[in-house]
């Protein structure tokens, strides 16, 4: 990585809405010049200043000029920093330029992608000069998939102390959740389901559970995609539209870390709808809406989001399981104090970048997950700062 920059941080696209709520997270909890040096970045400086003013951050907070479109503004803007964080996307239309400046200057990219098949180009495309300039190329740096893969990793290191073994079936079970994904979750779907219409090896990709993990094909997973009776639980579940990336990421996450949860690691996410007819009902009618949440003339749109209110009164809750061939069970949950699209996402994005920067510089080039190149690190910055916990349930 690099040691000496004018930045630790730039927050690139802070005038949109969500790069505008990590903007703001930055300047309340570390304010300007400070143990962070952070900046704003995007497009137009007259739009960047009237949200530097609105959010209340220092007058003196830097604004940086960078575009997608140009080239030598992305190049310039990755010189001066240690880490860019982006909330520009859909990021298969728009991030590749940035994580290629960001590989060729040996500058740290972090982003909140949900876009797998684009993250395996970019894993293809860029991992060997990561690795060879020291950029630590993070995705999914937010509510896909931090929660998730957090959230293994924490269960499974009480799984090892519990009983000196993984859990070899683990299950992410959504137990509660207010507040909305963002209209970039619904654009970058948008985006993906249009380049695999016109690409097949692309739903190849989107279909693969082990589509991050190039070199390695584990056991067969999950489907996920009807409502099921959880024997394990005794609940009925449905399925969970965020499933899709965050499978992907806990198994590039242990793959990364040289399958500490072993090579026959079998994961899958869904939502807890209750026990019984009713619980079945619910689980029923959710599965017809599958892959629908997202999407509509009603869904949420790229720049829009809830307000304010809506942020602060949400929240989220998610059970992960780790159960044995015998049956014993290890139970762990991760929970967010904030709206998961927005007010948890720009909290996790945010130190997610700070933990890179200031805990972690012993960590080499190449493309990672959160929870791979962070871990301990990362869970103790989110609990102290970002209102998540981490909490054993079975102890």
Request: glycine content about 12%.
């Amino acid at each position: 990585m690099k040691a000496n920059a004018e930045f630790d941080l730039i927050v690139y696209g802070a005038s949109g809405f969500t790069g505008r709520l990590v903007a703001e997270y930055l300047a309340r909890r570390y304010g300007v010049g400070g143990e962070v040096k952070w900046a704003m970045a995007g497009r137009d400086a007259a739009k960047l200043a009237a949200v530097r003013d609105e959010i209340g951050a220092p007058a003196e907070t830097p604004l940086v000029i960078a575009d997608a479109g140009d080239p030598a503004s992305l190049k310039a803007m990755v010189g001066r920093t240690r880490a860019v964080i982006t909330t520009v996307g859909p990021y298969q239309l728009y991030g590749e330029p940035l994580v290629a400046a960001c590989a060729e200057a040996g500058t740290d990219y972090l982003d909140l992608c949900g876009e797998p098949a684009w993250m395996r180009h970019m894993i293809d495309a860029y991992e060997a000069k990561a690795k060879a300039s020291g950029a630590r190329i993070v995705f999914s740096c937010g509510f896909d998939s931090i929660p998730f893969e957090l959230g293994v990793y924490f269960m499974e290191q009480e799984a090892v102390r519990r009983n000196g073994k993984p859990a070899p079936r683990v299950k992410s079970r959504v137990r509660g959740m207010r507040g909305g994904f963002s209209g970039g979750t619904a654009a970058s779907l948008d985006a993906t389901m249009a380049a695999a219409a016109k690409d097949p090896s692309i739903l190849a990709l989107l279909k693969n559970p082990f589509s991050l993990t190039p070199g390695f094909d584990g056991p067969e997973q999950p489907k996920g995609n009807r409502a099921e009776h959880d024997d394990d639980l005794q609940l009925w579940t449905a399925p969970f539209v965020m499933a899709a990336i965050n499978t992907r990421n806990v198994h590039r996450s242990n793959a990364l870390m040289g399958h500490p949860w072993g090579r026959d690691l079998v994961y899958d996410e869904m939502i807890l709808t209750g026990p019984g007819e009713q619980g079945q009902a619910v689980a029923e009618k959710m599965a017809s809406r599958h892959g629908k949440e997202l999407g509509g003339p009603d869904g949420p749109k790229p720049g829009e989001g809830p307000s304010k209110e809506e942020r602060e009164s949400g929240f989220f809750d998610v059970l992960v399981v780790g159960v044995y061939p015998d049956g014993a069970q290890v139970r762990a949950s991760v929970k967010g104090d904030k709206d998961p699209g927005y007010g948890s996402t720009s909290k996790m994005i945010s130190e997610s970048g700070v933990c890179l920067v200031k805990d972690c510089r012993e960590v080499p080039g190449g493309v990672w997950t959160p929870g791979a190149a962070m871990g301990d690190r990362l869970v103790k910055r989110l609990r102290d700062n970002a209102g998540l916990t981490f909490t054993v349930e079975n102890a």
